[in-house]
């Protein structure tokens, strides 16, 4: 089995040696890295250059919104890729130097079409806590009632099939939801199909600073928050060809009528 790690990259030069080697020294041998980055100034990763299973690409911006420009990177590395599964990650955060020797593991054990596992939160200060699960999501009264919506663990957490991959990219129109990470959106359109798996831990270390890319919806009193709360319910419509009426569409719905 061959496992492509694509990494995503904007003007985090502070720490990708750090991301690109922890996806290079792994202990499973059959995979490639791919960084495809839309930073400012193009990243210096010659040192990296001699791997055989390294390649680099460098792009313009390609979008005002950084969820669309990270969609866009995602596209591009998916189609140099080779390998069965797709491994996704940001260039702020890191692998386990066993995460692929796990999932292959994992993988060879269940009917795995996509698999969240749980990550490592990473503050500045090198404090390392374990991210919170909310059990509460789980609950069918509470989907139900509530959100329906599975939780979401990140970006860099997620591996799915290649084939999965390809068909999320061709279906879903997902430069049309600005608001939208690659997370959020491929999460939402397999939970309709697959079942998503939840397993492994600590194979992921996710980087917790001040320029992380969600940050800027945890505000519950920004625009912002309501606007891609919108997007998220449009979303799920696109896919499922009807609404889901339930607690949150009708505050977001109100919400959004006067902003």
Known sequence: MRFSIL??????????????????????????????????????????KSHKNFKYFHIEKFSKYPEVNQMHKIELGFKEASGDYICLLDGDDKFSDKKLYNLNEYIKSNDIIINQDIPFLVYEDGKKINFEIKKYKQNNIFRNLIIHWPQIYGTSSITVKKNILENFLNKSEPYKWK????????????????????????????????RNLGDMYLNIFSKIFWKRRK?????????????????????????????
């Open 179 to 210: 608001y939208l990470a690659i997370d959020v959106q491929l999460i939402l359109f397999c939970s309709i199909n697959f079942k998503i798996h939840n397993g492994l831990n600590q194979i992921t270390f996710k980087r917790k600073h001040d």
């Open 7 to 48: 990494i995503n990259c904007h003007n985090q030069s502070n720490y990708i040696d750090e991301c690109v080697l922890s996806s290079l020294n792994q202990s499973y041998e059959d995979f490639e890295v791919i960084v495809v980055d839309s930073s400012d100034i193009k990243l210096n990763l010659e040192k990296f």
């Open 231 to 259: 997007c998220q319910h449009d979303f799920y419509y696109f896919l499922k060809k009807k609404r889901v009426y339930n607690l949150d569409y009708f505050i977001t719905w109100i919400i959004n009528i006067f902003l």
